[in-house]
């Protein structure tokens, strides 16, 4: 059985380097491969792209301790998915309910783009991750670049699943991938995502997760 998650990868020569160059001018911050985070038998995972250089990079824990996390716990919170509203530090005692949160790539990557290559070479933890999720019914993809990577993750041709927000896709057994825009600083600025958008899209993968 595949491992999900390794502390100690280095396969991608790019992104060990610059996490390298960041823990040297912030030796305080985490600077590792990030972990998933949440329930262990989660009915929904979230997906999404790369930890940020001061949020999960710093702090150890996905979407925490940087802007694009404000909204994201909010709403795991107002939906009952998470212990509270805020997620500061990795130690905070937040629980998810029925979530999980894991990234398409597992290490910060320089200008938060990771190439290509990287993507593919981290899919094999996401592919162990969705494999061994076997709770998981719906499976919320946070950005064009983790709607490709939970294909992939299945074997499933992204010409055949078009991105969208709010877009649903059956991907058998049971399993929906769910889209929505990422809930970055910059969607959210330029209200490419709203507050009511992104409400709408959690409130549906709940329902779809927990409906009998």
Avoid: W
Wanted: charge should be positive; include cysteine; aromatic fraction near 8%.
């Amino acid at each position: 059985m595949n491992p999900i998650f390794d502390a100690d990868c280095r396969r991608c020569p790019r992104l060990a380097a610059f996490l390298d160059a960041v823990h040297t001018e912030e030796p305080d911050y985490y600077c590792r491969p990030v972990p998933p985070f949440g329930d262990p038998l989660a009915r929904i995972v979230l997906v999404g792209l790369a930890p940020g250089m001061h949020g999960a990079n710093r702090t150890g824990r996905p979407f925490t301790g940087d802007h694009a996390g404000i909204l994201l716990y909010r709403t795991l919170h107002k939906f009952g998915l998470a212990s509270g509203p805020e997620s500061i530090t990795a130690d905070d005692g937040l629980e998810l309910k029925n979530a999980r949160i894991t990234n398409s790539v597992k290490c910060l990557p320089p200008a938060n783009k990771p190439l290509p290559a990287e993507v593919k070479e981290c899919n094999a933890y996401l592919r162990a991750e969705l494999q061994q999720s076997r709770s998981a019914r719906v499976i919320l993809a946070l950005g064009a670049i983790a709607h490709v990577a939970v294909l992939r993750a299945f074997d499933l041709p992204p010409a055949a699943f078009r991105f969208a927000h709010a877009a649903e896709h059956d991907l058998g057994a049971g399993r929906v991938l769910l889209d929505s825009y990422h809930c970055s600083r910059y969607n959210t600025q330029t209200r490419r995502l709203t507050t009511e958008m992104f409400e709408s899209v959690i409130q549906r993968a709940r329902d779809l997760a927990l409906t009998p």
